[in-house]
């Protein structure tokens, strides 16, 4: 079966640093999602996107996130200054988004670890 | 806005048993989706099953089903003849379509020997 592949499984970043996470969404989808998760919280929206562009953000998603899909198959999350805070597992998701098929598959994760 | 609650943040159940576990929505939409998320210690994201608000059958996939019932806005899933494998965080999640998941908190189940 398919799947969202992600790197790197764990990343480790000093507080202030930029750091770059990377995503494969399954070929033939069109939507792209970053979800992220504090360790025993639940799963928390951070972004949609669909045509190269944002479609909708949550509060988390301040000016210190940014996505990318810089060649057609990768989907990145950048963030510009980490903070203690953001240490998270951070999940990619895709779906296809037909009128039958509204499934969202997830990728395995990284661990964002800021010291 | 849609709220997902799981009531239960941690269940047990002894292997082979059957549980269930809670879910209920608030929306005000009559057409979306709902799903239940299994995430194992691992701690990757994975489909259990889905449901459709316009399909009166409730989904159904070998060991794990749901009993969904709109009116009450409620959607819980149950796990028949239980294994180990199945310990893991269970989590609901509601999407609207052509909009985001929006996941409950979640409850933690262990499946005792």
């Known amino acids: 079966e398919p799947e969202v592949t992600q790197t790197p499984s764990h990343q480790v970043t000093q507080m202030g640093q930029e750091v770059i996470l990377r995503c494969v969404p399954i070929?033939?989808?069109?939507?792209f999602y970053w979800y992220r998760q504090i360790l025993g919280q639940k799963v928390e929206f951070l972004v949609s996107?669909?045509?190269?562009?944002?479609?909708?953000k949550s509060e988390i998603f301040d000016d210190q996130f940014s996505v990318e899909r810089p060649d057609g198959s990768n989907f990145t999350l950048k963030i510009r200054s980490t903070k203690l805070e953001d240490s998270a597992m951070y999940f990619c998701?895709?779906?296809?988004?037909?009128?039958?098929?509204?499934?969202?598959?997830f990728g395995s994760g990284t661990q964002l670890s800021v010291l | 806005a849609q709220t997902v609650t799981q009531s239960q943040p941690e269940m047990s159940v002894q292997e082979a048993e059957t549980v269930t576990l809670s879910c209920t929505y608030d929306?005000?939409?009559?057409?979306?989706?709902l799903f239940w998320y299994k995430q194992p210690p691992s701690r990757q994201m994975i489909l259990v099953i889905r449901?459709?608000?316009?399909?009166?059958q409730n989904a159904t996939e070998n060991r794990f089903s749901v009993n969904f019932q709109k009116a009450a806005k409620s959607f819980s899933l149950k796990i028949s003849d239980s294994q180990l494998g199945d310990t893991a965080m269970y989590f609901c999640?509601?999407?609207?379509?052509?909009?985001?998941?929006?996941f409950g908190t979640g409850t933690s189940l262990t499946v005792i020997p």
């Open positions: 998701a895709s779906t296809e988004r037909t009128a039958t098929n509204e499934k969202l598959f």
């Open positions: 070929s033939n989808h069109l939507y």
């Open positions: 996107f669909y045509n190269n562009e944002i479609s909708e």
């Open positions: 929306t005000s939409e009559n057409n979306y989706y």
């Open positions: 449901q459709e608000a316009y399909k009166q």
């Open positions: 999640a509601f999407m609207k379509p052509g909009n985001q998941f929006y």
